[in-house]
């Protein structure tokens, strides 16, 4: 049974996670090939949802693409080195609604859906990547 996007966001942003320790994510993921496609879906899926393109019109999108791809590596312990801005800097200043944000949760996991993932292994991802919604949402 899949969780609601919100509902996890809430229940696992309370939790602060630790960085992984191993790389089973990662690979669960599909390394970076696998990585790679979830956030290039993703941004897909952003550039057809009516509720948050807008948002996304002014950002260089291969550089978003690029980051986005060395994040959710680091987060699933990959061998990767996250180069980009923290979250609140990156998202100081665009108020992010609570909206906002569940529909590009959405717009992921519909991108692990069509790649695949388990929902265990998305689940997986979320917990990882939850934490940091305090860091974007009416920031």
């Given amino acids: 049974m899949r969780v609601l996007p919100i509902a996890l966001a809430v229940l696992l942003s309370a939790c602060a996670q630790q960085p992984p320790k191993d790389d089973s994510l990662y690979r669960d993921l599909g390394a970076m090939p696998g990585i790679t496609r979830i956030v290039e879906g993703m ?5 057809r949802d009516e509720r ?3 948002r996304f019109r002014r950002i260089d999108i291969q550089r978003l693409r690029n980051k986005l791809i060395e994040q959710f590596c680091v ?3 990959g061998p990767c ?7 609140a800097e990156s998202h100081k200043g665009q108020n992010v609604s609570r909206s906002d944000f569940n529909a590009l949760v959405e717009d992921l996991i519909a991108s692990m859906d069509k790649e695949g993932i388990a929902v265990a292994v ?8 939850a934490v940091m919604r305090g860091e974007v949402i009416e920031q």
Wanted: no cysteine; net charge negative; charged share 20%.
């Fill in 52 to 54: 948050i393109v807008e």
């Fill in 75 to 77: 987060e699933a312990g």
């Fill in 43 to 47: 941004l897909l899926n952003i550039a």
């Fill in 81 to 87: 080195t996250y180069t980009g801005d923290s979250m």
């Fill in 122 to 129: 998305q689940n997986r991802l979320i917990a990882r990547l």
